[in-house]
Structure formats: C-alpha cells, structure tokens
C-alpha cells in the first residue's frame, strides 16, 4: 500500500493523502520520497492547478516517526528529505491547500505551514514541541516565520505546546476552522475560487509573494538545516527521542 495516496479529483485538482493512520502519518523517508515524487508529479502536469493535501485516519501528521529517527545513521538523509518536501511544496507553480485535522504537530505543522492556505478542523490541535524532544524547530520555523509575529513565533517555538484551531487561526497560522465533516468541502470551495483566476497570473502571484521577501525560502532552508542537524545529533535529541517512545519525562542534563 503506497503511504501517500495520489487522487485526480478533476484535470485541474490533485488530492494527496498521507497514508499512515497506523502511526498519525509520522514522516518516514520513505513517504517523504513519495510526497516528493507526487507533488513533482502533478506539477509537471499542464492542465494541473491546485493540489490538496490532506490526512487519512486520526490526524493529519505528527511529524517526525520518532521510532525512525532513533537510527542516527538516517538523521543526515531524513532531515535533508524534510528540507526538500518543504522547498518542493513552497516552489511549486500550483496553489497548495492544507485540509487538516486531528493534529498538524512538528514536521506536520511545518508541511501545513508550506501551503498557500490552510482549512483546520475545530478539534485540530497544532504546535511544534520540538525542544520537548530536544529538537530544535529549524525547518519549520522558516514558514512559520513568515506566517506569524515574533511574539506568537517565539511562545510556539519557545513553549512547545499545542494550541487549538480558533487560536492558530487568530494568529495566522490557519485560515479557516470548520467542522470536521466540512473540512474537505470548504477546501474544494477555494480551490473552486482559484481556478476562477487567470492560470498565469495565479502562477506569476505566487512568484512575487515569494520574492517580495528579503531572503528566499531555499536560503532560509539551508540556514535552518544547519541548526536542524545539530541538534539531531546531540545527547539532548537522544534523551528526548528515547523518552517519547518509552513514554517517560525526559531526564535533561545540565
């Protein structure tokens, strides 16, 4: 079964659904290759205008399988996968749309965040607990940054806990909050909006919203692997990541 399932809902609009309800849809290397692949996929496709993203079973994804990311031998290839499934989302000539429930957590937050527009479910709950781990947010800071004042950054980045739907939505990390039954519906309705625009003008927008920034979202990708890395590799990530899958506080060392 491919862990990302590819859905052609029309000529125009592709929907992509993570596909591992077993484990919320934590990002494997093996899925954020498939991820990739599906986005290059529809973007090479001509006719192709929206894409829509979205999760099956309980969530919408949890970020990094931490199972996974006990092998340190992967940390290199997984954090370098990451990087490139945000960049591919972010560069993309089609409008990108997040319909989310459940949890959009870490990595999944960070996914969300690189999407044009997001549609949450109420009981959505969103954050990024990376320091809980003893992670650092690199990756995804780079969109979140653009999304949300430096007040609001640094309580998510800071704090680590997860907030709800309304709250993400008042800060600008969501757009829109429905029921959880409207969820794909109300995304349709702005994909429906999109494609009532000039397919180059909607193409030539996204290019200018990105160069109205003073750094591009490959610079700032690079910059925040570096960090990403190196927490990854310190005794920190290891206590952090062990506690989660053994379910215990994390025993920090001054």
């Not at 990024?128 to 999304?147: C, D, H, I, K, N």
């Not at 039954?181 to 919203?209: W, Y």
């Not at 003073?214 to 952090?240: N, Y």
Request: glycine fraction near 6%; charged fraction near 25%; proline fraction near 3%.
């Amino acid at each position: 079964m491919p862990v990302v399932l590819v859905e052609k809902q029309s000529p125009q609009i592709t929907v992509l659904t993570l596909n591992r309800p077993e484990r919320r849809n934590s990002l494997t290397i093996e899925l954020l290759n498939e991820l990739i692949a599906a986005i290059k996929m529809a973007s090479n496709q001509p006719e192709e205008r929206v894409l829509i993203l979205r999760g099956a079973g309980a969530a919408f994804c949890t970020g990094l399988d931490l199972k996974e990311a006990t092998d340190q031998t992967k940390a290199q290839a997984t954090a370098e996968m990451v990087a490139e499934t945000l960049i591919t989302l972010a560069e993309t000539r089609l409008v990108t749309i997040a319909a989310v429930h459940g949890a959009a957590v870490a990595g999944g937050a960070g996914i969300m965040s690189a999407c044009d527009f997001v549609v949450a479910a109420e009981e959505t709950k969103i954050g990024y607990p990376e320091v809980r781990r003893g992670l650092v947010a690199g990756l995804v800071m780079t969109f979140l940054r653009r999304q949300v004042r430096e007040r609001h950054l640094r309580e998510l980045v800071l704090g680590g806990e997860l907030i709800d739907a309304e709250r993400a939505r008042e800060i600008g990390l969501v757009n829109r909050v429905v029921a959880r039954d409207e969820v794909m519906n109300e995304a349709q309705k702005f994909a429906d909006s999109v494609l009532q625009g000039a397919p180059d003008a909607i193409a030539q927008t996204k290019r200018l919203v990105e160069e109205l920034w003073a750094t591009s979202v490959k610079e700032d990708v690079d910059l925040a692997l570096k960090h990403h890395l190196q927490a990854r590799e310190s005794a920190e990530a290891r206590e952090g990541i062990a506690a989660f899958n053994e379910k215990r506080k994390p025993n920090w060392a001054k």
